[in-house]
């Protein structure tokens, strides 16, 4: 009789990590083949020995060069979630499985639900101390979960993993940790590096709900995978799958809540499960549990489109007859202004409904395709008038561009926008004769900076590099030291007779200035410069234009 007790309780210890068997999104993941016996230990000695010879590094770190938020977004700072830790013990677990369609008043689960001390603990702080929060996160949650459920079902996941982005971020895109973990389902950079979420100076996909949760999805299968057990796999997102692993080695148990007996583990990993089925729990019958009068948000739909670099964001907008707020709010990946200039198209989200009247307007509304793009890292010692001159180009495009005063102040380090026009590049190129010596030109000199080479500096200043090597009497491979200096032959003005000719294959028309327009938008429509937008209509650096203002315009008239 004792043996059979005994019997049934080791089996209901572990009947934590049991899934429903009528559950179709979790029953491929869980039930092994046919006629094939589970083994008693999750890993054998010899693949013990082999997951741990060779550790991977450790994943709590961000790159140098990509702060987490940029200047612009500091208002938008929002913590993840910081629940309550207790250290009293409550070790002593008593497990009561709920069948999958009894918890949550009648509601089905496909993940384990197992109510016990631990359980209930969160369950009663949710409805009390953080009752305010939980309420919003539970608003916030019905924008999100339908298209989240979607996809963890489209990956073959049990949908109600999606309450993990729950207890991670309170569905929350602008999320963040004190471990730099980011967005709605806490990616530190390592991992979503790991599974193709893109971190950098214009765009950081942790914060995309779409992207992030195939990501996440992606994980969450590789840990089960692992663990064959969706308590450990959750505790393997929240501690790392290398953690876990070596606490079940130590302790020689595959049970999670075996595992949170001992003090390997931290607190708050010993907390992340019972905190995930309290969340299902209420999140699936809130009203039960005392969460009345929730205004919950619409469900999240758009279309996408494909917007060439950056373009700025207020175009977009204007396009899709929106604020820039809600172009913002359906995109919030994009870190800066405008599109990533790092691509040729980027595909970006617009309300649903509106992708034909935006393909409509931009058409109309977008720059012409005289401008081109090329990013600057400021310098020691750079100033936008500097920077202007370094690429030949007008200043107020640059401050446009880059939103900036003519006294801001420049951070080392910082990536600017530069727009190169194209009839700057078209001077370049034509400048150059058959040795590579511009005709017109005139000689400036370059001082060379850290991690300048020939070929950036060629490239920055648009000269042949064969003409560069040849005006300093360098060898190609010459190691450039900063401090020195390089001639560069920068071409001077168009002839008397060019620029007649120029004049002459122009028409004057009359442009009226709309609500949002700019001398540097106005400028790139027509293939233009600002300066000879001033001269036509004699302006001077301080003018600025309104809305109903008149400017004389000359554009190149058809060709016949």
């Known amino acids: 009789m004792h043996k059979v007790l005994g019997l049934g309780l080791i089996l209901f210890l572990f009947s934590g990590c049991f899934p429903r068997m009528d559950s179709p999104a979790s029953k491929n993941l869980l039930d092994p083949p046919a006629g094939e016996e589970r083994e008693s230990s999750l890993f054998t000695p010899s693949e013990l020995e082999e997951l741990f010879s060779h550790q991977p590094a450790p994943l709590q770190e961000d790159p140098p060069e990509v702060s987490p938020f940029s200047s612009m977004e500091k208002h938008a700072f929002i913590r993840s979630l910081d629940l309550p830790i207790s250290d009293e013990s409550s070790d002593d677990f008593i497990l009561e499985m709920l069948p999958g369609d009894q918890p949550g008043g009648g509601k089905s689960f496909d993940i384990p639900i197992v109510i016990n001390e631990k359980v209930e603990h969160f369950i009663q702080y949710f409805q009390t101390t953080a009752k305010n929060n939980f309420s919003n996160w539970l608003a916030r949650s019905e924008k999100y979960i339908p298209f989240m459920r979607d996809l963890l079902k489209e990956k073959g996941l049990p949908e109600d993993l999606v309450y993990l982005a729950l207890i991670e971020s309170g569905f929350n895109p602008y999320a963040y940790s004190r471990s730099k973990a980011v967005g709605p389902w806490q990616f530190i950079y390592l991992t979503g590096k790991r599974y193709g979420l893109k971190v950098n100076w214009w765009v950081d996909e942790r914060r995309d709900p779409e992207k992030s949760t195939i990501a996440a999805a992606k994980y969450l299968r590789d840990l089960y995978d692992m663990f064959e057990c969706w308590y450990l796999a959750a505790a393997g997102y929240n501690a790392g799958e290398n953690k876990i692993a070596r606490a079940m080695k130590r302790y020689r148990t595959e049970d999670f809540w075996e595992l949170t007996k001992y003090g390997y583990l931290k607190q708050e990993t010993k ?56 172009l913002k709010e359906l995109n919030p990946e994009l870190r800066r202004w405008c599109t990533p200039p790092d691509a040729q198209e980027y595909e970006i989200k617009i309300p649903f409904g509106k992708r034909d009247l935006f393909l409509k307007n931009f058409e109309s509304l977008r720059p012409g395709a005289g401008t081109s793009f090329k990013t600057h890292v400021v310098k020691k010692g750079d100033t936008p008038e500097r920077i202007a001159r370094l690429y030949r180009v007008e200043l107020e495009p640059i401050l446009e561009m880059n939103r900036l005063g003519k006294r801001s102040r420049l951070s080392v380090g910082t990536t600017l926008l530069i727009p190169i026009p194209k009839e700057t590049q078209a001077k370049a190129s034509k400048s150059t004769g058959e040795k590579g010596r511009p005709s017109g030109t005139e000689e400036m000199t370059y001082i060379i900076k850290k991690g300048d080479t020939l070929w950036s500096i060629s490239n920055e200043m648009g000269v042949n590099i064969g003409a560069l090597t040849a ?90």
């Open 271 to 326: 907390h992340y499960v019972p905190q995930m089925i309290a969340a299902a729990l209420l999140a699936k019958d809130p009203e039960k549990y005392g969460f009345t009068g929730i205004e919950y948000q619409e469900p999240l739909r758009y279309d996408k489109v494909l917007v060439p670099p950056a373009i700025d964001l207020r175009l977009i907008a204007k396009a899709s007859e929106i604020s820039v707020e809600e």
């Open 471 to 560: 005006w300093n009497k360098l060898h190609p491979e010459t190691k450039l030291m900063p401090g020195d200096q390089l001639k560069i032959k920068v071409a001077g003005g168009d002839s008397p007779s060019a620029t007649s000719q120029n004049e002459k294959r122009k028409r004057e028309i009359t442009y009226v200035v709309k609500k949002g327009d700019s001398l540097w938008s106005i400028a790139s429509r027509y293939n233009v410069s600002v300066s000879e937008i001033k001269h036509w209509n004699n302006l001077d650096g301080n003018d600025r234009i309104y809305p109903s203002e008149r400017l004389k315009l000359m554009v190149e008239k058809p060709r016949s």
